[in-house]
Antibody
Framework: EVQLVESGGGLVQPGGSLRLSCAASGFTLSTYWMHWVRQAPGKGLVWVARTNTDDSSPSYADSVKGRFTISRDNAKNTLYLQMNSLRAEDTAVYYC????????????????WGQGTMVTVSS | QSVLTQPPSASGTPGQWVTISCSGASSNVGSNNVNWYQQLPGTAPKLLIYNSNQRPSGVPDRFSGSKSGTSASLAIRGLQSEDEADYYCAAWHGSLNGPIFGGGTKLTVL
């Protein structure tokens, strides 16, 4: 079965760090563009970061640029999001999402989503 | 961060036809395909429509998408109780080098 499973969320103090993991199964992660999307409690979806197949040109939302880093470990078939200097406004459920192959250059549709992992930034 | 504009709520009775609009700009909806996602309560989003009007396998043909200029629409024909969910549109935004999402529309089946 093709699926993504996130982990690593939790409660962290402002200014702290967390690393989220997104384990892929049923497909080879290295051949897909991947994104992170977050959703604050009761709010809508917000794009966070994306990486291409060789991680040569990651991009980030302005709100996380310089604080978050997206990466992957192909041997473990796992995507990561390193989050530093966390703020209260980073509190959200974080989803990893796979880009449908045929849409890489035509809008990047997310055909597989993980179940999400909750990050709470609070003192 | 800018978002695409969706009505916050929509409603209909079983069997009805409902549409949800998504308004953007030339830099996103106007120059890129639109995707639609369905988020049932307490679950992760699910791809409903891609490339503005294509359905992934497994999505009923009751769901359809269209785009004209800087606006897009999701139509649901023959509304069912299980369609009660939040619906989000999304489009690539060139200067962001990533997608932007609409604020979401909560669909209630009366």
């Amino acid at each position: 079965e093709v699926q993504l499973v996130e982990s690593g969320g939790g409660l962290v103090q402002p200014g702290g760090s967390l690393r989220l993991s997104c384990a892929a199964s049923g497909f080879t992660l290295s051949t897909y563009w991947m994104h992170w999307v977050r959703q604050a409690p009761g709010k809508g979806l917000v794009w966070v970061a994306r990486t291409n197949t060789d991680d040569s040109s990651p991009s980030y939302a302005d709100s996380v640029k310089g604080r978050f880093t997206i990466s992957r470990d192909n041997a473990k078939n796992t995507l990561y999001l390193q989050m530093n200097s966390l703020r209260a406004e980073d509190t959200a459920v974080y989803y990893c999402a796979r880009v449908m192959e045929t849409t890489v250059y035509s809008g990047q549709s997310f055909d597989i989503w993980g179940q999400g992992t909750m990050v709470t930034v609070s003192s | 961060q800018s978002v695409l504009t969706q009505p916050p709520s929509a409603s209909g009775t079983p069997g009805q036809w409902v549409t949800i609009s998504c308004s953007g700009a030339s830099s996103n909806v106007g120059s890129n395909n639109v995707n639609w996602y369905q988020q049932l309560p307490g679950t992760a989003p699910k791809l409903l429509i891609y490339n503005s009007n294509q359905r992934p396998s497994g999505v009923p043909d009751r769901f359809s998408g269209s785009k004209s200029g800087t606006s897009a629409s999701l139509a649901i024909r023959g509304l069912q109780s299980e369609d009660e969910a939040d619906y989000y549109c999304a489009a690539w935004h060139g200067s962001l080098n990533g997608p932007i999402f609409g604020g979401g529309t909560k669909l209630t089946v009366l």
